[in-house]
């Protein structure tokens, strides 16, 4: 906790907003600037993915590969046999929404530090729909061995998260990122760091287990949840594999409950994942808030978010529920 | 090495099959024996290795695209001296760096874990692009097998298309035309042809020889090495089961390893070139 600085501003309307992808984007070049071994793949969404200010610095070391997601995931694969560090784009429906087995066979079981780029994930993409609103893939990357998965709060960890990925040299990764500006509630100094997750805000009623852009909206549900005298403490998860055992099972011993947020299925996703962390240590009640067993549909961002409960106010509205009927854990009971 | 001691190599990588599968139990046969000469003149002649030192950096490279005929390649590694021949019949075996499937972490030499099918010519592109593009080193080659029932996967023309655009001309592809898949033949499971005209249209030179003829297969490949501006493919008519006459043209066999008559006889047969020749110590 000490050492987390917030953003002052995070509560407040006029917070700054940038998409998690503008941090990916910037991450991806200084990087390249670090290490000559990183490598851009793009999947005929440069622009979008944001790895254009990587294809613009360095396009010897950039390929465009078109629209052919199974190719793009083995081409680098290939391209890691030969010592390089490459970072595949494309949406999250596409890769690994198409190429899961590519990533299986020829980056996990082949143990190359292939780098998957999910971007637009979430409901939060929009008006193109379901389609395009990747929510399983969390599911889907997390059941990998080897696989590590991050899904960065905002765009300066997004910028942080992209950096310590291209820094592992030996592992396939995965990196999740929406379409939409979101709060930016960390800062330059805040640490981050593969396999942590921090408590950024501290209460003894209950820990909301927060996961990727969701975190800013958790943050502000504490704070209404605050003033209904319920103490919420938030646990920010960017590593969502592997997962910071200790801290959330500490911050759980210390709360009795757990509500766990994201954008994406809470079934197998990061609320099935929380179940299992505490079905193995510490079985205290628990509320998952995400997609239950359905798709997206079309509208703007801020009204799916609200639409499906994804907004502080639908998260606070479902805490406090849950904590006036659910008692807290107690060892033994 | 000449052609006849190539031949007979291929011969030897034959019985080690044979031998591989009796004792796994199960595996695929017809594969792995068909591509036993052109697996064999890689190895042999084609191909700048060294088996003491696999991750040699001047290396060459090969790619089996088609990971379940891996017994052929383990049994030409084994021949190559990469590890003893004792080893090959822990083949399938818990423990073992033979896995059923290739896996490049456990077995020094290999380059890519496969068995899915249709993902080892994209690897290989990735190579390829790599060594000509970024380092640009233009002595290295990669070398790639796939299956022809393997064609049906996307993902192997999406490598085509990708390999004919970048004029990949560092990679050489061969293609094992046996005509059989799992559920049959090719032509009626899903039809290929007009293989050769697919390739060509992905911008690739063609080039068509006889999988069994050692000299053929080594001049197509130098013929490859000769084309500067294109990827190049040669497609080798095999026979599948090749050498042993009651696996040889049954799709059957694919999948399918012999039991321990079945292994007698084929032996017999590759001992004995099916009877043309009288092999000392088998009491024919």
């Not at chain 1, 984007?25 to 622009?47: F, H, M, N, P, S």
């Not at chain 1, 590969?65 to 081409?75: D, K």
């Not at chain 2, 190579?127 to 993902?155: F, H, S």
């Not at chain 2, 009877?275 to 024919?284: A, D, L, Q, T, Y």
Request: proline share 5%; net charge negative; aromatic share 8%.
């Amino acid at each position: 906790m000490s050492d987390y600085t917030l953003n002052p501003h995070y509560a407040s309307d006029d917070v700054a907003k940038e998409p998690t992808r503008a941090g990916f984007g910037r991450g991806l070049k200084k990087a390249g600037e670090l290490d000559e071994r990183i490598v851009a793949l793009c999947a005929d969404l440069t622009d979008s993915t944001q790895m254009s200010h990587f294809a613009g610095a360095f396009p010897e070391r950039f390929v465009e590969i078109g629209v052919a997601e199974q190719n793009l995931v083995t081409v680098a694969s290939g391209m890691a046999r030969m010592g390089k560090v490459p970072f595949t784009a494309s949406y999250a429906a596409f890769s690994p929404g198409r190429n899961w087995e590519q990533i299986r066979t020829t980056a996990c079981l082949n143990e190359q530090p292939v780098k998957i780029v999910g971007a637009h994930a979430g409901v939060s993409v929009g008006p193109d729909g379901a389609t395009h609103q990747m929510l399983e893939d969390i599911a889907l990357m997390r059941v990998l061995p080897h696989m590590v998965v991050l899904n960065p709060g905002d765009a300066i960890e997004a910028e942080k998260a992209t950096m310590a990925l291209a820094r592992d040299d030996k592992n396939p990764g995965y990196i999740r990122l929406a379409r939409e500006k979101t709060p930016i509630f960390s800062t330059e100094h805040t640490p981050f760091e593969i396999g942590k997750a921090y408590v950024l805000h501290e209460g003894d009623d209950v820990s909301i287990i927060s996961t990727g852009t969701m975190t800013a909206q958790a943050l502000i549900a504490a704070k209404q949840l605050r003033e209904l005298g319920i103490s919420a403490e938030v646990v920010h998860v960017p590593t969502i594999k592997p997962l910071d055992v200790d801290t959330i099972v500490a911050s759980v011993a210390k709360t009795g409950r757990a509500v766990s947020v994201e954008e994406a299925q809470a079934a197998a996703g990061f609320g099935g994942l929380i179940a299992e962390t505490l079905g193995d240590h510490m079985p205290a009640p628990l509320l998952r808030i995400g997609m239950n067993d359905r798709f997206g549909e079309s509208g703007s961002p801020d009204e799916l978010l609200a639409h499906f409960g994804f907004d502080a106010g639908s998260i606070a509205t479902r805490v406090q529920e849950f904590v006036a009927n659910r008692p807290q854990y107690k060892k033994g009971f | 090495m000449t052609i006849t001691q190539l031949e007979q190599k291929a011969n030897t990588v034959r019985k080690d099959i044979i031998t591989m599968l009796e004792a796994a139990g199960s595996g695929h046969s017809a594969g792995p024996l068909g591509l036993a000469d052109v697996v064999t003149a890689l190895y042999f002649t084609i191909m700048n290795i060294r088996p003491e030192e696999p991750e040699w950096s001047e290396r060459d490279f090969f790619f089996l695209s088609n990971g379940h005929t891996v017994p052929v390649q383990y049994a030409v590694m084994a021949e190559r001296g990469y590890f003893d021949v004792s080893e090959l019949t822990t083949l399938r075996k818990l423990g073992s760096r033979l896995q059923g499937h290739p896996e490049r972490t456990k077995l020094p030499g290999l380059e890519n874990t496969s068995g899915p099918l249709g993902s080892g010519l994209s690897q290989a592109a990735g190579v390829a692009y790599t060594l000509q593009y970024m380092d640009k080193n233009p002595k290295r080659w990669v070398y790639c097998i796939t299956g022809d029932g393997e064609l049906d996967e996307g993902n192997v023309w999406e490598a085509a298309m990708f390999a004919g655009k970048y004029k990949l001309s560092q990679l050489t592809v061969f293609v094992d035309r046996n005509n059989i898949q799992i559920d049959g033949r090719t032509e009626d499971v899903m039809p290929l042809e007009d293989l050769a005209g697919k390739w060509r249209s992905f911008g690739w030179h063609v080039q068509e020889v006889d999988g069994h003829n050692m000299e053929s297969l080594i001049d197509a490949a130098d013929m490859a090495k000769a084309i500067t501006n294109r990827p190049s493919v040669v497609i080798m008519h095999t026979v599948p089961g090749k050498g042993v006459d009651f696996m040889e043209y049954d799709y059957r066999w694919h999948g399918m390893p012999p039991n321990h008559d079945q292994a007698k006889v084929a032996l017999h047969e590759l001992r004995t070139l099916k009877g043309k020749i009288r092999h000392e110590g088998e009491g024919v």
